[in-house]
């Protein structure tokens, strides 16, 4: 008979725990991303960003991440708008966050959304560092307690990125997009070739995020 409980397959207690901790926690948590964001993307894609089911399956998930984990340096491929960023700093103030991104959205909306997110992090305290570059070419990443994925969404692209991630030092990598079949593929195909077992879909998340442990538990 078929396995149908998605965090059996780990076999380990740890991991199932960490698991159960941020999904209470995002289902008790009460912060709102809106208040960090500018008002361009707020009105992106029909305003659907400012909405609060967006707050609650999004921003508030990952918050909770962050606030389980409790990461003491926390790396994001995809910088953004700083969604999650700000999600993540909210949890962990004392955090520091290293984000990396080629300005793509800057170039695409016309607007500095990376000067926005450097701006808005000095302004609310959060120790916030912004390398504009791409991934591609990069042989290696700070070191980190999390490791958010969020670049591009192209299957090279992800892939990269998450063979990137894999062979870091980062404790947790947290996958971002994978409702989408192109990057779901290019996670799950980086995870077979580093011979990765211990990770869990979570797929009452807007975008559908996939959690990693990279060290054993």
Known sequence: MMNRDPFRFTGYPEFLRTVQQIRVAQTTCTYDHRPTQPECQLRLDGGVYATDEFVRAYARFKWAVARV????????????SGMAAFA????????????????????????????????TAAQLGRRVRIQRK????????PDADLLHVDGGHGFSLVRQDMQLALRSSALW???DDCRWPGVAAAVL???????????????????GNILIRNRPV
């Open 173 to 175: 990598i947290l996958a």
């Open 189 to 207: 195909t980086a995870l077979a070739e580093e011979d990765h077992r211990h990770w869990v879909y979570f797929p009452d998340t807007w975008t």
């Open 134 to 141: 791409a991934t591609q070419g990069l042989v290696s990443l």
């Open 69 to 80: 984990l409790r990461p003491h340096r926390i790396v994001e491929i995809g910088v953004g």
């Open 88 to 119: 993540f700093l909210d949890a962990v103030p004392t955090a520091e966050y290293w984000g990396v991104d080629n300005g793509t959205k800057d170039l695409s909306e016309g607007f500095k959304y990376l000067d926005f997110v450097e701006r």
